[in-house]
């Protein structure tokens, strides 16, 4: 599959590709190891906030041996505090248009996934590890802190005690003690993540639109609200997305023996 422009144009640090309904957006910039500059977290910004037509959910993957080593640290030497806190804003907007897109979002993990680019894959919402990826925040160590939704994001997926000594101590989790700890969801062997990346996110393709939509916007809201307003939500959301006609289609088609029955997988 070759690369497919889009408009408005990806800067040159990543990569679309299709594969039927699955876009496949590729960090490219791998002699930097993939490290996040400005031009790279605008251009996830433009395309998350807009993905291509036809596509139901993304794979985001990188090339080379590592999927990020975080911010860009050339662009933090000469900020100002002001700038300093634009950038991290930019960085918020980015992941929300991301975490809170029109289309689920599948990571494919291998090397280093440190600092901005652990904040990057917390913002995805299925996330695939290969045995050499490794998870990183030194932050601590640079004399800077998390910036691109980090304290907010990793937290609720790992505990704030195991964020809280990664940035205090610079301390790395391998990528199976990063498994038992709730970073990735799937570990798969050298050389699969983005195979199974892609497959997952087929699956989560044949979905009903709707029930992506509720899935990807009020699952993490609803875990964030009090109780009475998440199942006020719950109650709503469920109802709104039962009665779609997609819905109605495929509980009939289970009800009528057209459709597959729940497996081990
Ligand atoms: C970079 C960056 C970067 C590599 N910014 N240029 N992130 C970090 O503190 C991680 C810093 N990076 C590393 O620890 C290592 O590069 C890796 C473990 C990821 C990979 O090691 P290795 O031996 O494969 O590569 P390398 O030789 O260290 O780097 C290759 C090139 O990439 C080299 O440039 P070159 O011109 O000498 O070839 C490096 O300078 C460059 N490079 N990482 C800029 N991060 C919103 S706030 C988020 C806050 C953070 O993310 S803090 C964490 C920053």
Known sequence: MPPEPLSPALPPSLAFRRDGDVGIL????????????????LGLQAFFSAPPAGVRAVV???????????LDLNEVSDRSTTDGIANSMLWHRA?????????PVV???????????????????VRVAEPSAF????????????????????????GTARVMDMILTGRTYDAKDGHAAGIS?????AGESRAKAVELAHRIAANAPLSNFAIVHALPRIGEAPRE??????????????????????VNDFLEKRAAKVDVR
């Not at 590729?26 to 977290?41: G, I, S, Y």
């Not at 990571?107 to 919402?125: F, N, S, T």
């Not at 030194?138 to 994001?153: A, D, M």
């Open 26 to 41: 590729e960090l490219t910039r791998a002699d930097k190891r993939n490290a996040l500059d400005t031009p790279t977290v």
């Open 60 to 70: 985001l993957c990188a090339a080379g041996d590592h999927f990020s080593a975080g």
């Open 95 to 103: 992941f929300e248009a991301l975490e809170y897109g029109s289309v």
């Open 107 to 125: 990571v494919a993990l291998h090397g280093a996934v440190v600092g901005g680019g652990l904040e990057l894959a917390a913002a995805c919402h």
């Open 135 to 158: 998870y990183g925040l030194p932050e601590g160590q640079r004399g800077i802190f998390v910036g691109g939704g980090g304290s907010v994001r990793l937290p609720r997926l790992i």
């Open 185 to 189: 969801q799937y570990l798969v062997e």
């Open 229 to 250: 307003i998440g199942y006020l939500t719950e109650a709503l959301i469920s109802a709104i997305a039962s009665s779609d006609p997609q819905a109605r289609a495929r």
